[in-house]
């Protein structure tokens, strides 16, 4: 139906464990059933059972799950910029 995939990082202002949360994808005829909802859950209970500070995640501008997001208590950050540096090879 889908899965979702986080990466231990480490918050070095807080001394805490973080999680990125990477991906996150639900097959298409699955989608609006709950399942995003469930990984999403999950996620924050796997984040809480690790004594961890939190998750982070990025989406585009435009993904329509940003209202899944935001009802799942998800908050846009809005005080940074993110940069993103690429190697060309």
Do not use: C
Request: charged share 20%; net charge positive.
């Amino acid at each position: 139906m889908g899965f979702t995939q986080l990466y231990p990082s480490f918050s070095s202002v807080s001394m805490q464990r973080t999680f990125i949360l990477n991906d996150l994808f639900v097959a298409e005829n699955f989608r609006k059933k709950g399942v995003a909802e469930a990984l999403l859950s999950r996620a924050k209970e796997f984040t809480i059972s690790n004594n961890s500070k939190g998750l982070t995640l990025e989406t585009a501008i435009d993904n329509p799950a940003q209202k899944l997001y935001e009802r799942m208590g998800w908050k846009k950050d809005t005080a940074v910029f993110h940069y993103t540096w690429e190697s060309l090879i």
